[in-house]
């Protein structure tokens, strides 16, 4: 469906039609397009049609419950690593985006990093004051149950949200935003607010009723844009300099800063990463992996030992099957020693940074820590903390082996 429910049919593409969702580039005259019929100008190219769709909106818990705060949790593998990341999905405070949902707490525990997503109470019925509540109850809930830093991650409006958060804490009470948040990340967020008590720019579907509520939004505002009162925490901005609804100009870069000004450690991402609500898509997210994991979220105590084994009976695979021991840390990951010989050869179990080139950066199957010899495996995953259980390429230069597997022993106890 396009951006107000309608449904995209096939169709070749007319002149100057555009993807919306990836908007790299126009999409050839006479291309098979997915089209809106009824707005005319929605369209999607054959390259994001293929890709793996959300749920059906009647299945997906984002829309149920408008009344009923929760925190969402999908299953993932990141559930046992250290501390927490509360994703605010933005919709202008009106509706919850599910592009900004369930995809991101997948991108997330691909690094093992656990992720939930605050589903928060919204315009008309409720205001600013009680979405501020769901996250604050939320972080608390989150400290109660589970060790690590806590993070809030925010998209648009849900961005504002995690920003007025913590002028609110703050200013209540009377306590650091670190009490709060250990960091926060907003991507596209709506810092300045002047728009929504605009009914030319407010961009609200029931605009009458949440024109009714907007000044709620912009309570903060004066704080929020450095002004007496700003506070944050750690902070990670991603703003793309073609966003037509939040321009970094009188958002991004305004916040940056207040942040500035204010002494508070802040990265900044501002560059071309399509339209307003490109979500994880642009090329922003692997440097907010190493942001996060800096804060200390994915940690994990490494496994004493590991088995490599394999189904498939390959001379190169078979050399690295067997049991591995924890032998110590390379470049801050941890390495692994083969118990016993593979033809008279040792074999070590390492991860390589990037400081020889990208390329040699990656976990590795070899004789020895370094490359005075040949390696026997390679998996490219450069932010995962322990070695990937599967997708390793055996040998380096050939398919990926999806027989390998890595099954992890005992880890230290804390």
Known sequence: MCFFGHELVPCRAPSFSSCYKCSLRPIPRGQPILWCRSCQFWSVCADCAALPRLPNLRDDPLFHGRDDPCLITWNSNAESTKGTVIICPGGNYEFLCPNEAQPVVSWLA??????????????????????????????????????????????????????????????????????????????????????????????????DRCLLAAPSLVAWQPSLLGGPGFTAPPSFLVYSIYDSTCPPESHGDRYADALQYAGVPCTYLRDDYGEHGFGIDGGWTDDCVLWLQNLGLGAVEPPLSLHVSSSRKCSASEMLLGIYVLEGMNHERPTYKKQGTSCGLDVHLFYWDDRNGAHWSGWWFGPEIGWSDTAWGYHENRTAMIPPATGWRIPVAGPTDDSLQLTFGLSKQP
């Not at 604050?136 to 920003?163: K, Q």
């Not at 002028?167 to 709506?190: C, F, H, I, N, W």
């Not at 300045?192 to 720019?201: I, Q, R, V, Y």
Request: net charge neutral; hydrophobic share 45%.
């Open 110 to 207: 691909h690094h093992s990093i656990h992720a939930v997503v605050l589903r928060y109470r919204l315009l008309p019925k409720y205001k600013l004051e009680d979405a501020i509540d769901d996250l604050c109850r939320a972080v608390d809930h989150i400290r109660r149950t589970r060790a690590g830093p806590v993070v809030a991650l925010g998209f648009s409006a849900g961005g504002h949200l995690i920003a007025s958060s913590a002028l609110r804490a703050t200013s209540e009470l009377g306590k650091p935003v670190s009490m709060m948040l250990d960091g926060q990340v907003l991507v596209y967020a709506g810092i300045n607010g002047s728009d929504w008590l605009d009914p030319e720019l407010c961009g609200f579907f029931d605009r």
